[in-house]
């Protein structure tokens, strides 16, 4: 994500749906190119901690990407993977996501 992108982000999604309750501490890895002095301004306009993680480690220090969302995403992986080859060349209906993914994990 480019500085641009990321700081039309903060600023029409982030800050609408975020917490009126302040400071809030945004997490996120400090790759160069999300370095740009009007995200800095508008985070602290607006009581916004920035903490960046060091490039390349987001895998690691981001525990839920490691202890929740890649059991997870294996599981799904794999159930989706059963579920195509016995509908091929069928996409997963959408009325049936929520139900399917209620299996993932289980």
């Given at each position: 994500m480019e500085a641009d992108i990321l700081?039309?982000?903060i600023k029409n999604t982030f800050i609408p749906h975020a917490s009126q309750?302040?400071?809030?501490?945004?997490?996120?890895?400090g790759h160069?190119?999300?370095?740009?002095d009007r995200v800095n301004d508008l985070?602290?306009?607006n009581k916004i901690i920035i903490v960046k993680l060091?490039?390349?480690?987001?895998h690691t220090l981001q525990s839920p990407e490691i202890?929740?969302?890649k059991p997870l995403k294996e599981d799904?992986?794999?159930?989706?993977?059963?579920?195509?080859?016995?509908?091929?060349?069928?996409?997963?209906?959408?009325?049936?996501?929520?139900?399917?993914?209620?299996?993932?994990?289980?």
């Open positions: 700081y039309n982000y309750e302040r400071p809030i501490l945004l997490l996120y890895d160069a190119t999300h370095v740009d985070a602290i306009e060091p490039p390349h480690t987001s202890s929740t969302f799904w992986d794999a159930k989706l993977v059963a579920w195509q080859r016995q509908h091929i060349g069928v996409r997963l209906p959408k009325l049936t996501f929520s139900a399917f993914m209620g299996t993932v994990c289980l």
